[in-house]
């Protein structure tokens, strides 16, 4: 599995943490994120996320080396808090056309050793709505929990959450079934100036009660399926 547990985050990280600005006039109640598309390792070909609470703490991170190694080797991404506790593994479906992703609870290599059911671990499944496919629907991703009375088969379950907007431009929603709104997803400005920073640098806004965790096992995911071609991928 493609992580590391460094003791702290560097200096860089830090000094990009002050340059980042809060926007003051938001509901305090609110868990607000900001989101780094970048490893916490400073190492050359890195890839993951380092994200930053309200306070300016380290909140998640997920470690890297590389986008394209092999399913067969192990792949996957494991998402992890601030201590390098591993949350979340997120693991692509092979040969799926709707790229679809799975979550599993904890470290799923560890525990597919140990002998547990890996089905009984997963949390949610996500793809890319097949309508969006389509152009027929301003969704373009959905996710599915997993439920105990659940058919192996997606087909013809109603999705627990959608994905409205543009993931890639850096402006969506995550919304529930119930057409509740969860969660956000924003560019970021520069602390007490117009200036919007990359997009590699975005706010996650997340409803207060609401489960960070699994917002972020979101965004991972839909950080590897949408700026993909739709063709079927045996995995990332």
Known sequence: MFRIHPAA??????MFLESVGEDEAESPCLNKLTVWKRSSMAFRGTDGF????????LAFRVDNYSRTKSCSEGGGLVLMDGAG?????????????????NAY?????????SGQSMTKLRVFTLRRCSRHLLHSSK??????????????TLSGQAPDFTIEGSFERRNCCIRRSS???????????????????SNDVFSLVIKPGFDAEMVMGFVIVLDRICHKSYGPVMCS
């Open 9 to 14: 985050v560097n200096s860089r990280s830090k």
């Open 50 to 57: 380092t994200v930053f609470d309200r306070q300016g703490k």
């Open 85 to 101: 506790n591993a949350l979340l593994t997120l693991r692509p479906q092979m040969w799926s056309i709707h790229s679809q992703w």
């Open 105 to 113: 609870r904890g470290e799923s290599y560890s525990c597919s050793r």
């Open 139 to 152: 969704a373009e991703a959905e996710v599915f929990l997993r439920k105990e009375a659940a058919c192996r």
């Open 179 to 197: 057409g509740e709104v969860v969660a956000r997803i924003a560019r970021k400005r520069v602390k007490n100036g117009g200036v919007v920073l």
